[in-house]
């Protein structure tokens, strides 16, 4: 059996998303919104290629959002707003097909 949905409290970690998220290969729900999240967002997220929900909103990432978030093809609900993002939306979100809900607002976008 393998864990397919990780939901944390807020305020519950703090640091930067650890590569050891890769061995969550079938995870569908990824909510660590609210947390103390600190650094980039790592590129090991773009490849759970089952999430369906990414949830990385109120923390304090850095960065931009990589082009393989293309890779992230069954995603329909995404929201990074309140973070110190930067950047461009990639291109790529268009290969999100279903993509319903995106939110990135308070983004430093270029």
């Not at 397919?4 to 807020?10: A, D, G, I, N, R």
């Not at 930067?86 to 995106?102: A, M, N, Q, V």
Request: hydrophobic share 40%; glycine share 8%.
């Amino acid at each position: 059996m393998q864990l397919v949905s990780l939901k944390m409290e807020q305020g519950d970690i703090s640091g930067t998303i650890p590569d050891s998220i890769m061995n969550l290969s079938k995870l569908k729900v990824l909510d660590l919104d609210y947390q103390r999240l600190t650094g980039a967002i790592p590129d090991i997220i773009y490849s759970l290629s089952e999430l369906v929900q990414l949830d990385l909103n109120g923390n304090q990432l850095i960065g931009t959002i990589s082009m393989k978030i293309g890779n992230l093809r069954n995603l329909y609900y995404i929201q990074l707003q309140d973070n110190m993002l930067t950047g461009s939306l990639p291109t790529e979100l268009g290969l999100l097909t279903d993509l319903c809900k995106y939110s990135c607002g308070n983004w430093l976008l270029a």
